[in-house]
């Protein structure tokens, strides 16, 4: 199978403006436009996700959508609220407001922001219909439109789109700011420069210092004949994770210790300027935003300790996941998680995968490949799904399932 053959059946395909009305046609979207909200949180990787979607329905349709930015009370901002359609999770002094007349089509990612869409859903009487990036942790079937990538182990329900990376990707001309900001900075190291991007614990990963140790270990050994290491942490990388980043450090090494708002996080210089990374297995949207770009990228997988309960959970979501959704089994698993017992997992070692079985990327340790050409998002499939959604004819077009 050919590299472009593999980007058009299990990666997205490559975004060609020239090819972009042929991929569209002979579907044809209703004149009038639906109402679009675009419902927002604080995470900036999943607000991006729901954008591109949003800029590409008005390139398509000249749809617009109306963003509607949540913050969340301080309880909420790190600890998950309970899933249920609510909003008393939200602070809505800092929030933009949300109130009738509500609309057609909510976009939105995420368990904060999603569960303002389900409340919305309620009080429009079931004809909001919320398209939702990302996997739902209950009640599939109130979800018009389910876009999952191959991390998220959702069943094949028919308002299911399956998608292999995420949509997730650097803004162009942020990456050419950053690259005239830091290249000359980064002009008199030794090369090759070697990024190492640094995330944290997620269940059920483990990320504690002895693997902060042995990644230092691996990773300083990608320099050993000669360039430098640059390592960058993150918001969930812990102190004590850095400190033991920062006492393993070979002698040319660089840290940065992630602060909020600082000016001199030199991820984006990083980004457009290294000749080589190193993500740490637990963030997707790292590994994802280098892939893009076609560079020569390796992953250092964490180790993962499994529960009893995380187990079982992974048995059901697989259950459910291999079978025909309308077997006995997969119903009663769909059953048990609208009941909120049974959650479909995250499995980040799918995008690994993948990226590795087509070519970009390498388990640490392994030489280095360069892929030659990034993966570009394709959006138009997901754009005729939501555009499928709408029919301004018809009153109960959004009803309750």
Known sequence: MSRSEIRGTVLPERDRRDDRAASILPFSPPTAAPRIWLLIGDKLGDNQQVELIAERLFERFDWRAEV?????????????????????????????????????????????????????RQQSLGKTRIVIVGRPRRWLNRFSLIIAAA??????LPNVLRLGLPLIRVDPALLAAARAEWAPRFA?????????FVGGPTKPHVFDTAVGRDLMRRA???????????????????????????????????????????????????LACADRYIVTGDSVSMQVEVARLGKPLAIYALPVRYGLVERLRRAAARAAYHRDPSSFLARAILRLQAWG????????????????EHGFAVRLGEPFATPGAGVDVDLDQIVRRVAALWDPTDDAAVRAS
Request: aromatic share 8%; charged share 20%; no cysteine.
């Open 68 to 120: 509607r930015r949540l913050r969340f009370e301080e309880a909420y901002r790190l600890g998950k609220p309970r899933f249920r359609a609510g909003r008393d999770h939200v602070d809505w002094s800092a929030s933009d407001a949300v109130a009738p007349p509500w609309p057609d089509i909510v976009l939105t990612v995420g368990r904060r922001p999603s569960m303002v869409a389900l409340w919305i």
């Open 151 to 156: 991390h998220h182990h959702v069943p094949p």
């Open 188 to 196: 008199d190291l030794p090369r090759p420069l070697v990024a190492l």
């Open 220 to 270: 300083a050994q990608t320099v050993a004949s000669g360039g430098t290491l640059w390592v960058t942490t993150s918001p969930r990388t812990s102190p004590e994770v850095v400190d033991a980043l920062a006492d393993a450090l070979p002698p040319n090494g660089r840290l940065f210790r992630w602060r909020p708002g600082s000016p001199e996080n030199p991820y984006l210089g990083l």
């Open 341 to 356: 017992v049974v959650q479909f997992p995250r499995d980040v070692e799918e995008i690994h995968a993948l990226l590795i």
